[in-house]
């Protein structure tokens, strides 16, 4: 196993997408969200077992999810996990990390994922993040994961390509335009052109690439960053890093870089992929009964088809006459969608918090 791989998982997230399942002080990523007794944040860093020293991964989060990080994760020493004061997107939380590691090794290649996805290839993914960091070390590439799409989904950013191949490598094509989240119009287009990817949102470079870029593109967290090279990994690590987030403004990684550089690659991949982003992703990726329901509870159903219920055991839930419906309760509660409808929850947590107070969200 290559010491100098590193992996930086991002676990920060609020999941406002699947409310009222995904709150503010416990979030999808430490949740048991197929049922299989592991949360996502425990299955990503399983995912990567084959591919880093375990020293040699990093979970950035919240501060507010230290002790849910060290509960589920009790191998980490505190060292491998990265607190943000606040929520600054992704690439204040990259460069944080890319600065952090650097400073380790500045030899240094890195696999930056989100800790709310799911693989169902594992070892497919296993050969394809090893052929992505190969690439990474031996090149000043950026390199994102493409995921072929089955469906026009308007919850994924896409990426264009051209087929033009990394040197040595023809896996791995140019990367024309970035497109976040279309219309379903425009998704349908994309999809029917067959040179568009879905965004997976997984990253490989090395350490001195991805600084690199920061210094072109995002200069001004750059010198936020460089200030604080040297306390990096010393007990004065903390009480830099708040001070640095509050100078850092909201920006993601795509959007701040991504998008700008000319050095930027996709690798095609299909590792049976979902961010699980929404309830429908969800749905998507599940077995369903013979009506064409995904259910995770104690129900009993009654002329409900296409619907997605995800109930507490404890509690009996008849449900009757609903088609193509989310159902979910957790905690104090309850909420029922039309599926196509999803892009509202949001809008339910929003009102729910306006409305009803912070316990509901």
Excluded at 63 to 68: Q, T
Excluded at 162 to 189: S, Y
Aim: aromatic fraction near 10%; charged fraction near 25%.
């Amino acid at each position: 196993m290559d010491k100098n791989t590193y992996v930086v998982i991002m676990a920060g997230g609020i999941g406002s997408r699947f409310w009222p399942f995904s709150r503010t002080n416990y979030p999808k990523q430490f949740h048991d969200v197929l049922g299989i007794g592991e949360s996502m944040l425990q299955m990503t860093v399983k995912r990567f077992a084959d591919i880093c020293p375990p020293e040699n991964l990093f979970v950035v989060t919240n501060k507010d999810y230290e002790a849910l990080v060290k509960e589920q994760l009790p191998e980490l020493t505190d060292n491998q996990i990265l607190l943000e004061p606040i929520g600054r997107n992704t690439a204040p939380c990259i460069a944080y990390a890319s600065y952090k590691i650097a400073q380790l090794n500045p030899k240094a290649n890195l696999v930056v994922t989100p800790a709310d996805h799911v693989v169902m290839k594992q070892d497919v993914f296993t050969n394809v993040i090893k052929e992505a960091i190969t690439a990474a070390a031996q090149d000043d590439v950026l390199i994102t994961l493409g995921i072929t799409p089955s469906r026009p989904d308007t919850g994924y950013g896409y990426i264009q390509y051209i087929d033009e191949g990394n040197e040595g490598n023809d896996g791995i094509k140019k990367v024309k335009t970035f497109t976040e989240k279309p219309n379903l119009e425009l998704a349908q287009m994309f999809l029917d052109s067959g040179d568009f990817v879905w965004n997976s949102g997984i990253f490989i470079w090395s350490v001195q690439s991805i600084l690199k870029a920061f210094h072109q593109h995002l200069s001004e967290i750059t010198e936020v960053f460089e200030e604080g090279t040297n306390l990096m990994n010393t007990p004065e690590e903390q009480n830099f890093i708040t001070k640095a987030y509050s100078q850092c403004r909201n920006v993601s990684i795509d959007y701040g870089i991504m998008e700008k550089v000319d050095n930027v690659y996709v690798l095609l991949a299909d590792i049976g992929w979902s961010d699980l982003g929404t309830w429908n992703s969800l749905y998507t990726i599940n077995d369903k009964d013979e009506n064409g329901n995904v259910v995770d509870g104690e129900v009993m159903l009654y002329d409900t088809k296409d619907c997605i219920i995800k109930t507490p055991k404890e509690r009996l839930v008849v449900l009757q006459g609903l088609e193509d419906y989310i159902v979910a309760e957790y905690d104090n509660v309850l909420m029922i969608c039309k599926k196509t409808e999803e892009q509202k929850v949001k809008e339910f947590m929003a009102d729910a918090k306006s409305k009803k107070g912070v316990d509901y969200i």
